[in-house]
């Protein structure tokens, strides 16, 4: 059976109760991947910064508004909180963003840190930090995430 | 007896380090305090901006549905001696309508954007032929008030094929048209105009209405927020337009500027990025490319 792609842009989310390969790239950007081991679903969210200031709209560019949002999103689905893992990817210091938003990417990690220890999901694998982008692949029906680093040369 | 003084010397001491360790304690606390009381405030202010919303955004659903079926019943009592006021009425139910339109589509992009459920659908489009559409949907608008549309097309082409999102960039400049037409004079004329360059393609509305005052040009793209605010205002509007335009413009890795004056009216330009070596302005198979140099579960 042929699996769905789905390629997740920055400042949104996605989830489904069908099996989907959500891909996505990183930077200094967060995704969170949940997966409800129970129910064999997923959803991953993709945020750029890590508090939404009142400014605009209220939209899952912001760690804290993403989190809540794919929580939402699964329990809409049917998933039970306590049936819920955490996988966390990205964060790194990007060169260029260094000097306009200081340690954005640590402070988007922390974010969902903070967030996922609210809820009680844990975190069971990660990837974040460092000064590398990401390249992630997640499968919502198995909870398994391909993940790769982005060297220079690429 | 110095064993005494001792002794009272150290209480002394004991009890000094002992205060200033509550004073900080107490100072603490104070700015916990004050911290959870400015929140507070900003969530009052947040609720009271939301209520207000609400309430405007019932009157701009009920005003425009209560013109259309008082129009359309004169309409049917109507005689056929009665034609042109039928035209006129009819006439009506479709600015009307329009206007319930565009104020629809603003307000579900914005629950669908605060849900999270927006992506990019990028396509190849004709930018001009889009931007033609948009001006043809506000001609009725801009007529009422005797206002003047024109399109300047600085691009050299008949048709400008690009790779773009439809339906967003036909919404923000919907939206720049509304708001020059809002606050436009009458008499008066709004200039859109087309422009590229390798990297981008512009597109801006220029008006020469109200303009912008100083302290109302951090606050435009707050969602709620209009110009003229507070409860007996007459203005229409949701106050949603230009923060759904900038989330949009972000989306597709491109951003808005403006330049007004009070009084001397508005310009507001969309830069759209053009450059394609972005990864995110591509959606072939998904961005599948970008994967492939991946292992396969």
């Known amino acids: 059976m042929e699996i769905k792609q789905y390629y997740l842009y920055p400042s949104t989310l996605f989830a489904s109760d069908e099996p989907y390969h959500i891909k996505t790239i990183l930077g200094s950007c967060v995704a969170v991947c949940l997966w409800d081991s129970a129910l064999k679903i997923g959803g991953m969210n993709h945020y750029m910064l890590p508090l939404w200031n009142g400014k605009g709209l209220a939209s899952p560019k912001y760690g804290n508004i993403a989190m809540e949002k794919l929580i939402e999103k699964m329990i809409n ?8 893992q955490a996988k966390v990817f990205g964060g790194a210091e990007v060169l260029q963003q260094q000097t306009i938003n200081y340690n954005i990417g640590r402070r988007n990690v922390i974010m969902a840190y903070e967030s996922l220890r609210e809820h009680n999901i844990p975190i069971i694998s990660q990837s974040v930090k460092g000064l590398s982008g990401r390249k992630i692949i997640f499968a919502t029906n198995t909870g398994e995430v391909l993940h790769k680093v982005l060297t220079k040369n690429k | 007896m110095s064993e005494i003084n001792i002794t009272n010397e150290i209480l002394i001491e004991e009890l000094q380090k002992r205060f200033s360790k509550y004073q900080n304690t107490l100072k603490e606390l104070k700015k916990v305090n004050d911290d959870l009381n400015k929140v507070n405030i900003k969530l009052a ?3 009271e901006l939301k209520s207000h919303f609400l309430s405007n955004i019932a009157n701009e659903i009920i005003n425009p549905f209560t013109a259309i079926i008082g129009a359309s019943q004169m309409i049917l009592e109507a005689e056929p001696k009665d034609f042109e006021f039928a035209q006129k009425m009819a006439k009506n139910i479709y600015n009307e309508a329009s206007y319930l339109d565009f104020q629809l589509k603003n ?3 914005a629950a669908e954007i ?31 008030k005797n206002i003047k549309l024109t399109i300047d097309n600085k691009t050299n082409k008949e048709e400008y094929y690009i790779n773009g999102d439809n339906e967003k960039i036909s919404l923000i400049v919907s939206n720049f048209l509304n708001n020059a037409i809002k606050f436009s004079y009458e008499n008066s004329e709004i200039e859109i105009k087309i422009d590229n360059n ?30 003229k605010d507070n409860i007996n205002s ?16 972000e989306l597709l890795d491109s951003e808005i500027l403006f330049e007004s004056k009070k009084n001397q009216g508005s310009q507001f330009i969309l830069k759209l990025n053009q450059e394609i070596d972005d990864i995110h302005s591509l959606s072939i198979d998904d961005n599948q490319i970008f994967f492939e140099d991946m292992e396969t579960f």
Request: hydrophobic fraction near 30%; charged fraction near 30%.
């Open chain 1, 77 to 84: 689905l049917g998933s039970k909180k306590y049936n819920l």
């Open chain 2, 45 to 47: 202010e947040s609720e």
């Open chain 2, 107 to 109: 307000i579900f992009a």
């Open chain 2, 114 to 144: 605060e849900a999270g459920g927006i992506s990019p659908m990028y396509s190849k489009m004709n930018i001009l032929e889009t931007i033609c559409s948009v001006k043809e949907r506000y001609e009725n608008l801009a007529k009422d």
């Open chain 2, 198 to 227: 390798e990297k981008n393609v512009c597109v801006s509305v220029k008006d020469t209405g109200e303009g912008i005052c100083e302290e109302k040009k951090k606050i435009i793209f707050d969602r709620f927020n209009r110009i």
């Open chain 2, 234 to 249: 007459i203005e229409r509007g949701s106050g949603l337009g230009l923060s759904i335009s900038n989330y949009y413009a």
